[in-house]
């Protein structure tokens, strides 16, 4: 128990406790306290300034993508500004985040036309997460653009298919979309490259485009039943279904043509086509809808006249919607 003495000024004192800085445990205790907040802050804090600084960038980025009185000429900067602020991993993850209103800047810089930032955006970004491309495939479909949806690659193909076109050295199909006579009709013309040799291997073949506020793929199948299909490639779609549609499928023949000639347009293409004709309605409920055919003995004959020189198969689709 500590003494108490009397001091001539009348204060009295008790004895002082051991020095903390003369205390073992104390000492021990310091060292720790000191190695856990040279370990641990710096790494609190980092994060803390990065969260903040992706909140800004972000906020600028909504502005970019939507907010009124765009200006292009300033985007490069604005991104570039944010881009500096972050690592390159972080602000690429941003931009592909859907967090903007459930979707992910670009597909809002897509939707809104805002190229400009759609370019700027693609910059900083090495390569594009699934949930990322199944966005844009959205933003495309929104759009009807086939030209961004082919420039980025965005169709659904089995690997394997993938694999052997590139094996193969064979170019990507094209598909070339053009509004029709009527408000809502539209003509696919579509080049598949190697087709038989590509059809006979996998046994399949897709290709998908966009048209009309919908993604659609042209399904060919060889197998026990030979079959062409064309349909929907997903269900959800932006606009309610039509209650009627009607489509042709036209193969271009190359009969009596001793070699390639340039691709003639569509409109020339008609008195030349191996047409196949059918409507049908659509059926609420279904998973997918669809017109199919089935093929005739011509995609296995290797003199056939519908491929040309090349091997290459020109196709056209005409859709028309009610």
């Known amino acids: 128990m500590a003494t108490m003495e009397v001091i001539e000024d009348g204060k009295s004192i008790t004895s002082p406790p ?12 310091a ?7 040279s370990h641990s802050c710096p790494p609190v804090l980092s994060l803390l300034q990065t969260t903040q600084k992706q909140k800004s ?6 502005d970019l993508v939507s907010a009124p009185g765009f200006t292009p000429s300033s985007v490069v900067q604005v991104v570039s500004n944010c881009a500096a ?30 190229r400009e930032a759609f370019s700027a955006f693609t910059a900083f970004i090495p390569r594009l997460s699934s949930i990322c491309c199944s966005d844009l ?28 076109r590139c094996s193969l050295g064979c170019l990507p199909d094209e598909v070339e979309v053009h509004q029709g006579d009527e408000p809502c009709q539209f003509v696919a013309c579509i080049r598949i490259r190697m087709f038989q040799k590509r059809l006979h291997i996998r046994r399949e073949m897709d290709v998908e485009f966009v048209a009309q506020g919908r993604i659609w793929r042209l399904h060919f199948h060889l197998g026990e039943f030979r079959y062409i299909v ?3 490639s997903r269900l959800k779609l932006p606009a309610p279904l039509p209650s009627q549609a009607h489509c042709d499928i036209m193969i271009k023949s190359h009969r009596g043509k001793p070699k ?19 409507g049908t309605r659509w059926k609420p409920g279904h998973e997918t809808v ?22 290459t198969l020109h196709a056209a689709v005409e859709m028309s919607l009610w």
Not at 87 to 113: C, D, K, M, R
Not at 267 to 277: C, D, G, K, V
Not at 302 to 309: A, G, P, Q, S, W
């Open 57 to 62: 960038a972000l906020s600028q980025i909504r």
């Open 230 to 232: 064309i349909g929907l």
């Open 137 to 164: 495939r959205l933003a495309c479909m929104m759009t009807s653009d086939q030209e961004l949806f082919t420039q980025l690659n965005l169709g659904h193909y089995p690997h394997k298919d993938e694999l052997l």
């Open 18 to 29: 051991p020095s903390y800085k003369t205390t073992p445990s104390s000492v021990a205790l």
């Open 31 to 37: 060292g720790f306290v000191q190695r856990t907040l």
């Open 260 to 278: 390639c000639t340039t691709q003639p347009a569509y409109s020339q293409w008609r008195h030349e086509q191996r047409t196949l004709h059918w």
């Open 85 to 114: 602020t972050l690592p390159s991993a972080v602000f690429s993850h941003l931009l592909q985040t859907p967090n903007i209103e459930g979707h992910n800047a670009l597909y809002w810089a897509i939707v809104n036309n805002r």
């Open 290 to 311: 669809a017109f199919s055919h089935w093929l005739g003995d011509w995609v296995t004959d290797d003199k056939t006249e519908y491929v040309d020189c090349d091997g």
